[in-house]
């Protein structure tokens, strides 16, 4: 079940499940991992940018994706291995594979500048890994800083034939779509799935834009699984509706350093994390946001009966 160009739909982002004490919380994986095929969702992506790959071993890294692999059988589940050398990368991805991965996603380091530098890289990184394995490109240039044009992600995908999928990740990046499924119109690039990312926070036109779906993570991803299946049945005004109704509190998950954290404690409320514990280093949520965050759920439940969770636990 190897990742193929023809990707459509949604590929949440696992967050990976910690106990208190630090250790993988494995039942948690299990319960995600059932949720996600429950739902609907068309693939899995593991050790993504919220996944605090990072702070993980590389065998813990392993174990956590071959436990997702195994538990969710029924989804192609992809493997962030983006690492600071090769060498890492390689293993990653020959161990992901190994396991029964479709494929892998690789995010650009920080130090490429130039266009030359990034197709370069990525030339390498494929070397590196074997041509043999599907790669996500992930162009998020607020999180890497580095910056992809149209015509480089062209490039990088007609000299890469294994780059079968880009997660989009710019900001603004409506006209980045665009130009993209232009350029295959016009015969200039062979067609890719398009997923995007930044949270699902703007989904809805992206969609509109040429989107295939998304790659990304949400407390309530079933609702991006609704929006992707109403806007693929030309059901647009119900589409922009429900995202509508969760805007505000996915604009609230993605606040920079504290998303994940929010993130967590909505998995944790809905019976899917047994901890909302990070690895350190990670910000934690103060008493006011929790009591924000319980308000937006309050308010979504008036449109969308998922986020009706019971009381919330008493802060310790």
């Avoid at 280093?281 to 946001?289: C, I, K, M």
């Amino acid at each position: 079940m190897l990742l193929s160009a023809d990707a459509r739909g949604v590929y949440p982002i696992a967050p990976t499940p910690f106990l208190v004490d630090g250790a993988i919380d494995f039942a948690s994986i299990d319960r995600l991992a059932d949720f996600y095929v429950g739902i609907g969702a068309n693939g899995l992506t593991v050790l993504g940018q919220l996944g605090e790959a990072p702070k993980l071993e590389p065998a813990e890294s392993v174990a956590v994706v071959r436990r997702f692999i195994a538990r969710a059988a029924a989804l192609p589940v992809v493997m962030g291995v983006s690492a600071p050398g090769f060498a890492s990368m390689r293993t990653l991805a020959h161990e992901a594979m190994a396991a029964g991965a479709a494929g892998v996603m690789i995010a650009p380091p920080n130090t490429l500048r130039s266009d030359d530098q990034i197709a370069g890289w990525y030339r390498q990184a494929v070397q590196a890994i074997g041509s043999d394995i599907p790669f996500v490109l992930q162009d998020y240039p607020l999180a890497f800083g580095v910056q992809m044009t149209p015509g480089l992600i062209r490039r990088i995908v007609q000299e890469l034939p294994s780059c079968v999928m880009l997660k989009h990740e710019d900001w603004p990046g409506l006209e980045k779509i665009a130009a993209l499924r232009g350029f295959e119109r016009e015969g200039a690039m062979r067609r890719i799935a398009i997923l995007c990312g930044n949270g699902g926070l703007f989904l809805d036109y992206e969609l509109e834009r040429g989107a295939d779906g998304a790659n990304t993570g949400y407390a309530f991803p079933e609702m991006l699984c609704d929006v992707v299946r109403l806007a693929a049945a030309g059901e647009r005004e119900a589409a922009h509706d429900l995202f509508d109704a969760h805007l505000p509190l996915l604009r609230y998950e993605q606040q920079p350093g504290l998303g994940l954290a929010v993130r967590k404690y909505l998995l944790m409320r809905r019976g899917l994390l047994a901890s909302e514990a990070q690895r350190a280093p990670a910000a934690a949520l103060t008493s006011a946001a929790r009591q924000e965050v319980e308000h937006l759920l309050a308010r979504l439940a008036r449109h969308d009966a998922r986020a009706r969770l019971g009381r919330a636990p008493v802060a310790a």
